[in-house]
Structure formats: C-alpha cells, structure tokens
C-alpha cells in the first residue's frame, strides 16, 4: 500500500466529509495548487504553505492538504528532496498535467 492508497477522510469523519468533491476556488487545497502552479522547480510541502502564506492565507495543516493533492493525482513527488526549516528533507513535488488543466481555470 502507498500513500496513493490511503482515503483522504478518517473513519470518523462525517459522511459529508467523506464525499469527494472537486476543488472549488478558494479552498486550501486550491490555494496550495496555485502555489505548484506557478512554481518552476516544484514544492516541498512547507514551501508551498509559505508561499501560501506569503500570498495572505495562512493554511494550519498545509501538509495535509498536499497529501490530497497527491492522492487526487494534482501534484506528483519528483523523486527528490529539499531541506525543510527543521533540518530535515522534504520530498518536492510538482504539478501535473490533470493539475495544470485545473488551475489553468482559475487564472
């Protein structure tokens, strides 16, 4: 099993929390995806929080956001890491196609 494998809701969750919807404008996971969108060497998670923040939208669980992106196919792990604020590394990932399509919507 992968990361790809896991549901993007808890077993506690609520049903409504349980539907998957698409992104909507505005919402943190769109918010992220615009940050990978324009971003020309791919993410870490928490530099995409920061951009996020930087653009005025502080995202508390910005890593987990990401994660749904990953799992919805939106971004993709290049297959390398970056040094994150801790010391220690964080995979960078980037768009792809199917995210592209997406926030090419809203621009």
């Keep these: 099993m992968t990361y790809t494998d896991l549901p ?5 969750d609520p ?3 349980r539907q998957v ?9 769109a918010i992220l995806l615009q940050q990978y969108y324009y971003a020309t060497l791919g993410l870490t998670d928490e530099e995409a929080g920061m951009r996020a923040a930087l653009a005025g939208h502080e995202i508390k669980g910005y890593w987990k956001r990401c994660s749904d992106l ?4 939106l971004i993709v792990d290049l297959g390398h890491s970056r040094r994150l604020s801790s010391g220690s590394q964080g995979i960078v990932c980037a768009i792809t196609q199917q995210g592209l399509d997406m926030a090419r919507g809203w621009a």
Excluded: D, I, Q, Y
Excluded at 8 to 12: D, E, S, V
Excluded at 21 to 29: A, D, E, I, K, Y
Excluded at 70 to 73: E, K, N, S
């Design 8 to 12: 993007l809701f808890r077993a506690t």
């Design 70 to 73: 990953r799992t919805l196919g």
């Design 15 to 17: 049903e409504t929390s």
């Design 21 to 29: 919807s698409p992104l909507r404008v505005g919402t943190h996971r």
